[in-house]
């Protein structure tokens, strides 16, 4: 078993119930500050999705997709905060 | 020998991420459910960057994961924490088994807490 084996069929696996599991919360949270917290979850098991191909592929420039991805989901969750602060 | 040693990190990191996922669909509220995803999902994401630099091995590599594992561990510290001052502000409920909310007489008389006209509000989006 080669290690982009162990990528491909154990560890791409993992994270994808993981994101199933977050779009449930997503679907269902009761509040907005839920939505945004699963929302933020979310990209950052992108990051590890990124990191992971990269591996499992060999192509190391996949990698700057993660820098851009952790970049944005900063972003998005501190303006969703503000915007829920604000409407009150 | 290198392999193995980013398969391992790889396989623990996805366990992380896995645990943060399930914590965010079983903790009662809003501030418990993110207490576990973000410290999960900060170990889950760093162990999983520092298997790729394991990996690949070259210098522009290993300074791009690091970087990015410093900016993670930087920003979602705070992230979370300006999203659960702004939870906490709209009037987010806490859990039933809360034994003690610190923040009740410094936060309390800006907003009604039990005015639930705010989770009304944001139950349909």
């Known amino acids: 078993m080669t290690l982009s084996d162990v990528a491909i069929y154990v ?12 779009f449930v919360r997503l679907m269902r949270g009761p509040t907005l500050p839920d939505r945004a917290a699963a929302l933020d979850l979310m990209s950052a ?3 590890g999705f990124v990191a992971t191909y990269a591996i499992a592929t060999d192509q190391p420039s996949l ?3 993660a820098v851009v991805l952790a970049l944005v989901s900063f972003l998005g969750t501190v303006g969703f905060a503000l915007y829920v602060e604000r409407r009150v | 020998m290198r392999d193995e040693i980013s398969a391992a990190l790889m396989i623990v990191g996805a366990v992380f991420a896995l645990i943060a996922s399930i914590g965010m669909l079983r903790m ?14 900060t170990l889950g994401v760093g162990t999983i960057l520092v298997s790729a630099a394991v990996y690949f091995g070259e210098l ?3 300074s791009r994961t690091m970087a990015t594992l410093a900016f993670v561990l930087l920003t979602v510290p705070v992230a979370a924490h300006v999203l659960g001052r702004a939870g906490y502000r709209v009037g987010v409920e806490l859990s039933d088994r809360t034994v003690r909310d610190d923040l009740r007489d410094r936060y309390g008389p800006q907003i009604d807490r039990e005015d ?7 139950e349909g989006m």
């Open chain 1, 11 to 22: 560890v791409l696996p993992m994270l994808a119930v993981a994101v199933l599991l977050t």
């Open chain 1, 45 to 47: 098991l992108g990051i």
């Open chain 1, 63 to 65: 990698l700057d997709t």
């Open chain 2, 28 to 41: 009662p509220d809003l501030f418990l459910r993110m207490s576990s995803s973000t410290k999960a999902s």
């Open chain 2, 60 to 62: 522009g590599v290993i």
């Open chain 2, 116 to 122: 639930i006209e705010v989770d009304a509000e944001f």
